[in-house]
């Protein structure tokens, strides 16, 4: 881990009851980040927890490039300790090449192992990893069997509810799970073929988590933290994963949910570009960075020309003076409202 990062404000404490197990691992919590490439890497994950997300999810990781022990798949599992526990997901079809690559990803010290079985992307699913791993449950279950075995932490799972509306096997495929050593679900509910139309069927997500003994995640449309927990309540989860609606929106995590000022939202948008900072070094987190600040900005009420200047800010002094200004602009904008 680089040194210097920025530490939570808010840390799990270890008195905090659990609020449920994944195998042996207690996890204080039911609303998390949902794993999304290219978003919830080390520094968004710790600033999600700091506002009240339970454990991190890592991005998924290529199998293959994993047992290569390639440094850019194993860059992608850096984790800082306060995000613990912490979830590394791992995407492949190849029995002995996911082994030995949830081998070397045990050795990184993650507290869970979990096999992607959701995604939906061609090059992926078309292969046979991802989403492609629902239309073999019968092979899937010995993939799952034989991981069990060999690793120590627990395995899991992140599924969607079938490959096409003709093939919603997401009973069967939790059932086989289950039996084949997997100590938590979590259940996208859209098929493959949806991608991310249409809508997530959560009476499916109810379903699995009816069948089941291990903690099942819903996931799906989520837009809220009183959503979150209605939906964990309403079909006897044990938690909710939130992906799309907690990009540039950290705050989803709060409970109670409160109205941001546009000084919070610049001050956390500066606060995360340095603990990316620190986490890649300024010169990528700058162009890293911007993906982000499209989404916070959109949640704001900035000018077009202030957007335009934080989308295209090409050095972290650059970055920092222009998040000064704002933040100067936005204070005075709340005293005045004030006074
Ligand atoms: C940009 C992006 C990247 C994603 N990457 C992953 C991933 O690496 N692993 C995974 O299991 N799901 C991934 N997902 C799927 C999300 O975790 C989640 O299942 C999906 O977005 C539905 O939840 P939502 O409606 O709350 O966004 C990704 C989604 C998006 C939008």
Redesign the pocket.
Known sequence: MPGGKPQPDRDIQPTDAPDFFIGDVPVVGRVFL???????DSPYRLLCREHGAGFS?T??VSAHALSHGCPEALSLFRFHEHERPIIF?I?GNDRARLLAAALRAQELGPDVI?I?M??SVKHVAHKGSGAGLLRDPVATGRLFESLARALEVPLTA?IRIGWDPQNLNYREMARVLESSGAAMI?V?G?TKVQG?KGV?DWEAIGEVAARVRVPVLG????RSFEDARARQRTYGLAGV???????GNPWIFENPARPIGEAERIGVMRKHFESMAAHYGEAEAVVLFRKHAARYIAGGTLLRAHRLALLTAASAPEFADLCGELLGRARSCTDEFAA
Do not use: T, W
Request: hydrophobic fraction near 40%; proline fraction near 3%; include cysteine.
């Open positions: 949902s794993p999304m490439a290219g978003f919830s999810f991005e998924f997901q995407f979990d992607n959701g995604c992140k979590s996208h859209r991310y997530a996931n799906g449309d989520v994963l939130i992906g799309r609606a907690a990009m």
